[in-house]
């Protein structure tokens, strides 16, 4: 059954950041469409930069690229991932893109000579961005990034506290994601890290609808009972997200302790009850693989995992297309111009990523060999692609000096020119 306009759910996180949130939004999603609702998926993040395409992926993690060519958050790709949604450049609003447009309207005279403040002027922005991107859908679901009580996420907290207001009753929900410790020599779990979490975003005008508890074990109903207690909620709107062997037993995790029910219940829904069979095969191919296999991403940005986030999950689930176990071992390239290639030896394929910058590409250069050598598939994405050209024009082609004039703008043998038209670009991104 149709919904009538837009439902909106907006998902906060507390305590610490990358607890869950971008992964919890992705599970809620994949929920809803089973039921067979129109769903899409904002990310919101507190930081300057008008996106994240010029930022250290050691700080960061990847980018996403949507399919309008936009360098997006990494949970944009969680959502994608879990849902049939393909999301825009529009579906990513920074701190920076809303300032930005509200200057560049101040500049143009759109507010008639007005004094130009965070309220009403950059919380309407907010407001504005999200409804248009949230447009023609059921169900808008809204992750705020960084941790309630930061600073810089205080605009885009007062916008959905607006918004709240605006939509009235059954037309939104809050959705907290927050941490309970296991304090080992107490052997117990804390639950006043919550409790303050709430408190911090009740203060600002917010009264979360379900609490999703982030632990490495199941909660117990006197915990569940406790926590509705001190804030504001019934034990069943607690809700247990413990650690599991892979995140894409996250729907139905959260199914299980009757997450869609809740919010098919606030947001006054009218639909079919989710079923998950897809997700059942999902879980049976990853607990139960017919096969195994190794592969070695050689990059320079190996100690954050998540800078490699959307190559990882490609290779996961193309071992759960054909039911086999991927085990990916991440090699850092200068690791292998100290040590040489014999870290590579477990590994059946090799694959070189993108990259920026000479550190570490004579390592990804010696990987590339190992692999041309007879040792197994390599697969160049990239930078990784252009580790090949240059690694094949040094060894196979007698061109000793063979580089690229990225790294060597005067090298003898330049096989890799950079383009024209991008040597004196100094808007990045």
Not at 78 to 93: G, Q
Not at 270 to 299: M, N, Y
Not at 346 to 366: M, N, T
Request: charge should be negative.
């Amino acid at each position: 059954m149709a919904v009538q306009g837009t439902k909106y759910i907006f998902v906060t996180g507390g305590v610490v950041s990358s607890i869950g949130k971008g992964l919890t939004s992705a599970a809620i999603g994949a929920l809803l469409e089973d039921r067979r609702l129109v769903v899409t998926l904002i990310k919101m993040d507190p930081y300057l930069n008008l996106d994240p395409g010029t930022m250290n992926p050691l700080q960061h993690g990847e980018v996403f690229v949507t399919d309008d060519g936009a360098e997006t958050d990494l949970d944009l790709g969680h959502y994608e991932r879990f849902t049939s949604v393909r999301l825009s450049r529009d579906h990513n609003i920074t701190t920076g893109k809303v300032y930005k447009a509200v200057i560049d309207k101040e500049r143009a005279g759109g507010y008639l000579g007005k004094t130009v403040q965070i309220i009403p002027h950059i919380t309407n922005e907010i407001k504005d961005q999200i409804k248009r991107a949230s447009e023609g859908v059921d169900v808008s679901i809204v992750e705020v990034g960084g941790t309630v009580g930061d600073i810089e996420s205080l605009p885009f907290l007062e916008a959905i506290r607006q918004m709240r207001v605006e939509l009235g009753d059954q037309n939104s929900l809050s959705v907290h994601v927050t941490l309970l410790p296991w304090i080992g020599p107490a052997e117990e779990l804390k639950t006043k890290p919550t409790q303050h979490s709430v408190k911090a975003l009740r203060e600002i005008g917010i009264q979360p609808d379900i609490l999703v508890c982030r632990s490495d074990r199941p909660i117990e109903t006197e915990h569940r009972e406790k926590i509705g207690l001190f804030c504001n909620l019934t034990p069943e709107a607690v809700v247990s997200a413990q650690d599991v062997e892979s995140v894409y037993q996250v729907p139905r995790m959260l199914k299980s302790q009757g997450v869609d029910k809740l919010i098919a219940d606030g947001l006054n829904i009218w639909s079919r009850a989710s079923r998950l069979a897809k997700w059942k095969k999902i879980e049976d191919a990853l607990l139960a693989p017919e096969s195994e296999v190794t592969i070695a991403i050689v990059g320079k940005y190996v100690h954050l995992k998540d800078s490699y986030k959307s190559l990882h999950e490609a290779l996961v689930h193309g071992g759960l297309a054909s039911r086999a176990r991927v085990n990916i071992e991440y090699v850092d390239s200068e690791q292998i111009e100290k040590d040489g290639t014999g870290m590579l030896e477990s590994a059946h394929a090799i694959l070189v990523p993108g990259g920026f910058g000479d550190r570490g590409i004579e390592g990804k250069i010696a990987a590339a060999r190992f692999a041309r050598e007879g040792r197994g598939p390599y697969f160049g994405i990239c930078l990784g692609m252009q580790i090949a050209v240059i690694e094949f024009a040094r060894s196979v082609l007698g061109l000793k000096s063979a580089n690229s004039c990225e790294f060597k703008p005067h090298t003898p043998d330049p096989v890799i020119h950079l383009m024209k038209e991008q040597e004196d670009i100094t808007d990045k991104g």
